[in-house]
């Protein structure tokens, strides 16, 4: 199975402030990467499917980038609404899977 | 805009066999070159994991890591498909969610249920 990393595991930090996730696959997966946004109690929302490329509805604040193993989500402004854990998923090899999330929650 | 939603026993014994169901409205489980219908699960406070996908031709796919426990079936006459995972242990207590991808697409899930809690004991 290709393995996925996020980093970092948490983030703290405020309104306005721009926040950075890594996310690294164990083998190159082109840019076959989807990035989901979950609140708690709630099913992950589908953000970003392939690498750089923002779903419809999705606010422009949200940006990723990256191709091959190594996979960015920037949130340039966080909002109060965006306080949630972010996870990577690649769809290039059977079984998809998904990384272990990175949670943003407020300094 | 289709929705889907899970439905199920929220407890089970371990061994025992759980069934879920996933009801979908606004689109046909059936619809020719259409939908994946995936089925994903959420062990509690943790990540996701793919158990696999059911498509309209019936043709399935099974992460190895529960192949030999799943099964797949989907019933075109009311709509919705089904998860079958056998023999059950502490180990399979989790949020289950089906999702499906956009159109003729199985490697990413565009739309969920909002998952169902099962949980396993003793």
């Known amino acids: 199975d290709i393995q996925m990393t996020q980093s970092p595991s948490s983030v703290s930090a405020s309104v306005g402030d721009r926040v950075t996730i890594t996310c690294r696959a164990s083998?190159?997966?082109?840019?076959?990467l989807a990035w989901y946004q979950q609140k708690p109690g709630k099913a992950p929302k589908l953000l970003i499917f392939?690498?750089?490329s923002l779903q419809s509805g999705v606010p422009s604040r949200f940006s990723g980038s990256g191709s091959g193993t190594d996979f960015i989500l920037t949130i340039s402004s966080l909002q109060p609404e965006d306080f949630a854990t972010y996870y990577c998923?690649?769809?290039?090899?059977?079984?998809?899977?998904f990384g272990p999330g990175t949670t943003v929650d407020i300094k | 805009q289709v929705q889907l939603q899970e439905s199920g026993p929220g407890l089970l014994k371990t061994s025992e066999t759980l069934s879920l169901t996933c009801n979908v409205s606004?689109?046909?489980?059936?619809?020719?070159?259409?939908?994946?219908w995936s089925w994903i699960r959420q062990h509690p406070g943790k990540g996701l994991e793919w158990i696999g996908y059911?498509?309209?031709?019936?043709?399935?796919y099974y992460n190895p890591s529960l192949k030999s426990r799943v099964t797949f079936s989907m019933d075109t006459s009311k709509n919705r498909f089904s998860l079958s995972l056998r023999s059950v242990t502490a180990a399979d207590t989790a949020v289950y969610y089906c999702?499906?991808?956009?159109?003729?697409?199985?490697?990413?899930?565009?739309?969920w249920g909002q998952g169902i809690l099962v949980t396993v004991s003793s």
């Open positions: 606004g689109g046909s489980v059936s619809s020719r070159g259409g939908f994946y």
């Open positions: 059911i498509y309209f031709t019936g043709s399935t």
């Open positions: 083998q190159g997966i082109s840019d076959w």
């Open positions: 998923q690649q769809g290039t090899t059977f079984p998809f899977t």
């Open positions: 392939p690498a750089s």
């Open positions: 999702a499906k991808g956009p159109y003729g697409k199985k490697d990413v899930f565009d739309n």
